[in-house]
């Protein structure tokens, strides 16, 4: 079944230490997506790719990392996780083709720095 | 001006009752309206997306698009407490890059 996956779903972690989100999906999709998102607040894009080896900021400015080297891969990396990094994160993928942006998210990784 | 608005809500409603849910957005040049639906610690779930002036149903879902006032509604009838939860309105917009951007949405409380 074709779905996107997120790992650890939960991670509390001390300040300082190097943290990987992964995400991954087997829907085929070119474009894949990092969004934050703090209890009952909006989403806000961190990160975006276009496809293998595209990678670029978001709107909302991040002290996170991605990479893109294979197409269903899109791992987000925090070299120095601090508490103001505690939050949801999700991650999303969409077709690459004409009009249609349909996003489909994963579960999310709630992540809280202590 | 926000790029999306909603009301934040909470909207309540009665269980059978129709909710209605509306949004508006700043671009002209939008294409794409897209409704999510997340639940409290939930991912969003993508429920609707309409691409042309009018109705578009879904089961008890209807999403109608008016470009020329540049709203997207939802509509859910026969409403169920399960319906409660926060819904997303999300549109696509060209700045630099094509990109989605959403509401802070608008929670929904159906009462049984």
């Known amino acids: 079944e074709a779905d996107i996956y997120q790992t650890p779903r939960y991670l509390v972690i001390g300040t300082g230490k190097k943290i990987t989100l992964e995400c991954s999906q087997t829907m085929g999709h070119d474009k894949m997506y990092w969004y934050q998102q703090d209890p009952g607040m909006e989403l806000h894009l961190i990160h975006y790719?276009?496809?293998?080896?595209?990678?670029e900021k978001g709107d909302l400015s991040s002290e996170s990392t991605v990479s893109r080297i294979r197409t269903e891969h899109f791992p987000l990396t925090l070299e120095s996780a601090r508490p103001s990094h505690t939050s949801q994160y999700l991650c999303a993928s969409s077709d690459g083709g004409g009009q249609i942006y349909e996003q489909y998210f994963g579960p999310g990784t709630r992540l809280t720095v202590t | 001006q926000k790029e999306v608005e909603q009301n934040s809500g909470p909207l309540s409603v009665p269980e059978g009752a129709i909710a209605s849910l509306n949004c508006t957005y700043s671009d002209r040049g939008s294409q794409s309206f897209f409704w999510y639906r997340q639940y409290s610690g939930k991912s969003p779930e993508l429920i609707m997306s309409?691409?042309?002036?009018g109705d578009k149903e879904d089961g008890r879902f209807t999403a109608q698009l008016n470009k020329a006032s540049q709203y997207v509604s939802l509509l859910i009838r026969d409403s169920q407490p399960s319906d409660s939860a926060t819904y997303l309105c999300?549109?696509?917009?060209?700045?630099?890059?094509?990109?989605?951007?959403f509401g802070t949405g608008t929670r929904l409380l159906v009462s049984p």
């Open positions: 999300a549109v696509n917009i060209v700045s630099g890059f094509q990109k989605l951007v």
């Open positions: 309409i691409y042309s002036n």
């Open positions: 790719s276009y496809g293998v080896n595209s990678t």
